[in-house]
């Protein structure tokens, strides 16, 4: 471990300077480019990109060090694991629950950028913020989601938005409908969720990475009609 620090605190290689002035200035989107210019750039760029994560500690999280997480993480060195597993022990966002909600196997899902399984999970938490009751029948009534604890559910959508670069949340998905006017059939087009007058057909027809339109992650049981989210994009956690 301390030999990896050493490198951390060591000069960074004249021909990476560039690339970690920009990490450090330019705006999100040149961020996003700059990451992945310097994971292929090998592990000297792979320090770089840790040494920007270990002086943004403390601070709340951005989607660009969730993204930074996720490419270290999926780099499979084992110093930088061993490293990330001390510094940053589960990932980069805590995961606070007011109802003891484990978000760990979701924190470790999105790092490995299974949204699929991110997905499933996401729902299965939200019926074990519900209760028993949810829990067995693996969906929930909108009344459920209305006693959702505000804790609980900036956890969820933190969790989506850090590690999605800001492409998927609640929160993301709270924006849109309120563009669209609180219209739901300007909204299902604009998530991905329908096309024309066909629903989007699970899991298939579903786009599993950012790719995806702004908005398309979490499904939030759509199917169920509109009143489960409506409960969701009105709930005061967002307010």
Known sequence: MSDFT?????????DLAELDSKLNTAPEKIQYEVVSELAAAGFPGLVVLARYLRDR?????????????????AAENGEINDWLAAEFPGGVVAIPSDRG??????QDSLIRRDYQSADRLTLQKMCELAGPDAVKRKWLYFTEVDRAPITDLQTLDRLWRIYSRGQFGFSVQRQIWLGAGKNW??????????????WT??????TWDTSAPRGHLPLTNQLRGVRVMASLLSHPAWS
Do not use: C, H, M
């Open 6 to 14: 050493d490198k951390l605190n060591a000069d960074i290689a004249p």
């Open 57 to 73: 500690r403390g601070d709340a999280p951005t989607p660009v060090e969730g993204s930074i997480y996720q490419t270290l993480f």
């Open 101 to 106: 909600v484990d978000y760990a196997p979701l």
């Open 185 to 198: 059939e300007k909204l299902w087009p604009k998530l991905g969720w329908k096309t024309d007058k066909n």
């Open 201 to 206: 057909r699970y899991p298939g027809g579903f």
